[in-house]
């Protein structure tokens, strides 16, 4: 990924420009008349000539247009009234594809404010990550040369500091997009705790529980999950602690909590998953990577909040040890399961994890996050995640940092009915209520739990099966692991909390 700086105005003596332009009626100005005087005025009869009037989306590549340049791209802003922070991203990332073979650029950003400089610089760093770990052979005009990215900026001090919140939250989605792109003979459960260790040297707290120490709580429907592989299990738990301390007469903010699933790869178990595409489940574990990604966004940028993680760490395999249908697994929570489909796996973890976190931290609410069901991308696609609350400031506060942050999320239903799907004739309840609303039944199981001993506790599901990965370039997210929820849930917290 390239180096992002932040400079004065000024136009580079050669090499490549990058002009982002608002829509307008009278001609640029700043370092575009600059660059067009240098030219002699063909990069106003160019851009003339190819229709470039500055609206969003739009783009355009001059090369070697004279005055030194090897090339000028110009991206279109559109109109300034309707330029957000989430716009200067999308034309920030629109750049990159355009500049994968410059070792360095300048981008002329000398009329916009230092905040969306900044968010032009975040759309241009998301876009440029790549996941190239394992390519030996890859030819080397394949390969981004990208190095050093200046922004041009008539205030460089202010958009730096605007940019070094952003820039830790961007390693934060670094940190989901790694470990969802590994494969799962690296990712195993035990690897995927240990990198959650490399988070202490940000001052976040990591605890990693076995099989023993989960055995000695009562982890029977986590367990059960994991018996049938020779990969055992993990639980982790990340603490942040960066709320300022109450004042005098004040009492301690509760902390908030976030819980991921955590299936390093899901076969399906015994109810076996088909062939085709079951190389993608190894992303199963979408949920809890968002939570390691979210938990260093937070300690990166130095968040003012008491966060917990919770990462539910398994594989899902048929063995002769492997959980199987018809067998019932007795839950942290006291509350006994029958299993009737050994892939509804992911609902499973998560009800151990979900009693554990109110018992042991009483948070202010829970949020959990997991690629759970395939039903939830009939009903929606790729475009939303499905949102399940027990609250509705909740859901609006996480509807709205979706939609600040562009990561969409829409809230389903929950409701007795669909409750009543999960009865079972010889324990508590069943763990798959049939194909009709399977995303809903689904999130009906975690609900059961939501401890309400001393009161409701807000909760909400976020089913991210249909958003954590992309099979296609998108202005930010080039194809593959998407890291869907960690922006979102980062805007959550400094809108909410922080605020």
Known sequence: MPDIAFVKPALPRNGTLVLPLPEADSPWAGLFAEADAATGGALARALEAAGFKGRKGQATTLWAPGGGFTKIVAIGLGKPVDLTALAAEAA????????????????????????????????????????????????????????????????????????????????????????????????????????????????????????????????????????????????????????????????????????????????????????????????????????????????????????IGLLGLVENMPSATAQRPGDVVKTYSGQTVEVINTDAEGRLVLADLLWYCQERFEPRCMIDLATLTGAIIVALGHEHAGLFANDEDLAQRILAAGQMVGEAAWRMPLGDAYDKALRSEIADMKNVGGRPGGAVTAAQFIQRFVNIKNGPMPWAHLDIAGTAWTSKDHPTIPKGATAWGVRLLDRLVADWDEA
């Open 92 to 307: 920030g990332g629109a750049m990159i594809p355009t500049l994968a073979q410059d070792r360095e650029a300048t981008v002329a950003a000398d009329t916009l404010a230092p905040a969306l400089v900044a968010s032009l610089a975040m759309g241009a760093l998301l876009r440029a990550w790549r996941f190239d770990r394992y390519r030996t052979k890859e030819k080397e005009e394949d390969k981004p040369k990208l190095e050093r990215l200046a922004f041009a900026t008539a205030e460089p001090t202010a958009a730096k500091q605007a940019f070094a919140p952003l820039r830790a939250i961007a390693d934060g989605v670094f940190l989901t997009r790694e470990l969802v792109s590994e494969p799962a003979n690296i990712l195993h459960p035990a690897e995927f705790a240990e990198r959650c260790r490399g988070l202490e040297k940000l001052g976040v707290e990591v605890e990693v529980l076995g099989p023993k120490e989960m055995k000695r709580l009562g982890f029977g429907a986590l367990l059960g999950v994991a018996q049938g592989s020779a990969q055992e299990p993990r639980m982790v738990v990340l603490q942040w602690k960066g709320a300022p301390k109450p004042r005098k007469g004040e009492a301690a903010r509760k902390p908030l909590a976030f819980i991921g699933k955590g299936v390093t790869f899901d076969t399906g178990g015994i109810s076996i998953k088909p062939a085709g595409g079951m190389e993608d489940m190894k992303w199963d574990m979408a949920g809890a990577g968002t939570v390691a990604g979210l938990m260093a966004a937070l300690a990166g940028r130095r968040a003012k909040v008491d966060a």
